[in-house]
């Protein structure tokens, strides 16, 4: 039912920006559509979750050894994407860095894009992937001479430092920030890229993030054994036939 629900949602976004009336549109975003987390993590759930159950219902060993070689699968590709990710760092910061200004290009293109982008500003206290230059990439933001962009040489209001008198949102505050001096641009905005600060965020909470993994690794192995054990159980009972 969960994964029911990731899919009425990602299906309902996108009938709210007529991606379902206009197939073709999916291709017209130059950066990430977070619409496509929603269906695949939906997608992935109701399949484990309705092979797993109707598996267990029926006690249908197909789908119980569907299920557990899924999840096997899954745990696979999250290991390997786990020990990929600790050898090769560098390549691992290079792709972040590419996927950041990709999506800094497509900012106004998709509204759930922008939202994402302001909420990962927000939450790591950056601007840009390396820095708030990187704006320099958008059409609306860069600072060339034949942009005439209000917002030119500017930056999302995401990028400002919160004023914690203020209760109403600043959209505005942005505006000809990288004109001015560096100096004069830290106490205004945040000069810190969200790469560096992604990596300082999981320094600080390697503990906790390894906690959730191992959690959900050995989750997937407790269900994989569930299912093996259950279909171990129905075959001997077959076999007594």
């Known amino acids: 039912f969960l994964g029911i ?4 949602i990602g299906l ?3 009938n709210e920006k007529g991606v379902l009336s206009n197939i073709s549109s999916i291709t017209d ?11 695949v993590v939906g997608g992935v759930m109701f399949i484990l979750g309705f092979a797993g159950c109707i598996g267990a219902l029926r006690e249908n060993t197909f789908l119980l050894k569907f299920f557990s070689v899924f999840l096997g699968i899954i745990f696979f590709l999250e290991l ?4 990929l990710a600790f050898v090769f760092k560098d390549w691992i910061k290079d792709q972040l860095y590419f996927f950041i200004n990709n999506n800094i290009r497509a900012y106004r293109d998709d509204i759930d894009l922008q939202n994402l982008i302001d909420f990962t500003q927000e939450y790591w206290q950056c601007c840009g992937a390396f820095g708030a230059d990187d704006w320099n990439l958008n059409i609306y933001f860069n600072c060339t ?8 040489c500017g930056v999302p209001f995401s990028c400002c430092t919160k004023d914690p008198a203020e209760d109403v949102i600043n959209t505005q505050c942005g505006y000809d920030a990288r004109q001015k001096p560096e100096v004069d641009q830290q106490i205004v905005i ?3 890229g969200c790469v560096p600060q992604f990596e300082k965020w999981l320094q600080d909470n390697l503990t906790i993030v390894a906690g959730v993994f191992i959690g959900i690794a ?5 269900g994989i054994c569930l299912a093996q054990n259950l279909v171990s ?8 036939w």
Do not use: H, M
Request: net charge negative; charged share 20%.
């Open 5 to 8: 629900a990731f899919l009425g």
């Open 12 to 14: 309902w976004a996108w």
């Open 29 to 39: 975003l130059g950066g990430f559509d977070p619409v496509w987390l929603f269906l």
């Open 80 to 83: 390997t994407a786990g020990v």
């Open 145 to 152: 001479d034949s942009n005439a962009s209000r917002e030119r």
């Open 190 to 192: 945040y000069t810190k």
């Open 218 to 222: 050995l989750l997937q192995i407790f």
């Open 233 to 240: 159980d129905i075959e001997a009972v077959r076999a007594s």
